[in-house]
Each structure stands twice: as structure tokens, then as C-alpha cells.
């Protein structure tokens, strides 16, 4: 037998320090909008869910229905994965100059988490909107995708100076992501350089297509 925890749309929270009617809030992996000023110590709640205006991170354009990361400093929201933590979808295109974007809370979107892998691994489909890291790599590790079927995506992140390899499965293909053409079936697309991104998405059966990026990712030789 169950007993309500709380409403649904709503998260009590009790603040350790006060809180503004409009801040943001996390709570192990969810986020949530002060609904009013909440004094230290005192009871309160916590929006999980709706559709908010939020500071976007600058010089990077977010797609509608795409989703939406929090740089995990505060500073705002952002499409890339690198140093943020997903807790929605974006609602509407924005511009790169445009200093706010909409988003759409998604309660337990963040448990799609990191992956990290330092040597060749074989993602499946249920790895689906994870973060693939290579974070204390210490050679070239290759990633082999899922199947590419529409619905999937996959972000990377390069964390060590090592070649972190994308690779399509069987006769699949990714496209460059600094031109979107797609190269050779099987082929992978290679990064790095600490900090580079890349965002990959199956719309078409058998292609992998980048949907962002940052830094230089190359074809395979």
C-alpha cells in the first residue's frame, strides 16, 4: 500500500537558507521553481512540472523539442550536455542571441545520467538520452551505437586527451557534424580535445544526425 508523498506538480521543500518566489531549485535530480519567497527553515513548495522562462546560456541556439540542460554553475540553460544536467525540453526555437529560452520541466529526466567509459563499449537502445563520457580515458575508446531508430539520441563528451569514436552500427552512418554529410557506413566520427560535444539523433532510420556540437570532430580516415 502507497500513501501521496506530495502533489504531483508540486515538491515540499523545506530551505536550509531563503529562497525567492522564481529560484531555482534541485533536489537530488529534480528541479523545481520556488512558487513564493521561502524563509530559512520554513516550509515550502516547489513547481516540478509547466513550461518557464529560464536565462539561456549565450551564443548557442536551442531547437523546440529538444533537451534542455541547466549549466550545473547556475549560469543557465544551454542544449550541450558539457557541465550541465538535463531536467527538461526546450519549447520553441531561440535564437543564439536571445538571452532566454522556454523550457519544459520533466520530472526524473536527469536519471538518464552519465556514462562513462575509458575503453570500447557497445551502447544499446535503453542508453538512450545518456551522456557518454570519456572522462579518464587513456587511449582512443570507441563507442558503438544502437541500431539508428528514430527516437534515439545519444550526447558525447570528450574528457581526456584521447580520441572519443562515435560509431555507427552495421551499415548505419553518422553525419560530420561541422557539415551534417553523412561518410561511410560504419564509419566513426572522432573528438579530442576536453570539452568537445556532440549531440547525436536518429530522425531517419540508419542515420545518425548531429543536432549540436562544439569543437572539432573529424571524419575517419
Do not use: H
Not at 49 to 57: A, E, L, N
Not at 69 to 77: H, M
Not at 171 to 188: E, H, Q, R, W
Amino acid at each position: 500500500m502507497a500513501t501521496r508523498f506530495a502533489e504531483g506538480r508540486t515538491l515540499d521543500y523545506t530551505p536550509g537558507s531563503a529562497v525567492s518566489a522564481g529560484d531555482e531549485v534541485v533536489v537530488g535530480d529534480t528541479l523545481g521553481f520556488a512558487n513564493c519567497d521561502i524563509a530559512a527553515g520554513a516550509l515550502g513548495a516547489l513547481s516540478i512540472d509547466g513550461v518557464w522562462t529560464v536565462t539561456k546560456v549565450a551564443g548557442a541556439a536551442t531547437v523546440d523539442g529538444e533537451i534542455a540542460y541547466r549549466a550545473d554553475d547556475g549560469s543557465g540553460w544551454q542544449a550541450s550536455a558539457a557541465g550541465a544536467t538535463a531536467y527538461g525540453k526546450f519549447v520553441g526555437d531561440q535564437e543564439s542571441a536571445d538571452t532566454t529560452c522556454n523550457v519544459l520541466l520533466i520530472p526524473g529526466i536527469a536519471s538518464g545520467g552519465v556514462m562513462t567509459v575509458t575503453a570500447d563499449t557497445t551502447l544499446t537502445a535503453a542508453d538512450s538520452g545518456k551522456t557518454i563520457s570519456s572522462v579518464g580515458a587513456a587511449g582512443a575508446v570507441a563507442v558503438t551505437l544502437p541500431p539508428a531508430v528514430p527516437g534515439l539520441e545519444f550526447d558525447f563528451y570528450v574528457g581526456a586527451v584521447q580520441e572519443l569514436r562515435p560509431t555507427p552500427d552495421g551499415t548505419d552512418v553518422i553525419g560530420l557534424p561541422s557539415t551534417g554529410v553523412a561518410g561511410a557506413a560504419g564509419a566513426y566520427i572522432a573528438a579530442d580535445a576536453i570539452g568537445e560535444t556532440c549531440r547525436l539523433k536518429c530522425v531517419v532510420a540508419g542515420v545518425w544526425s548531429p543536432m549540436g556540437y562544439a569543437g572539432t570532430w573529424a571524419a575517419q580516415p
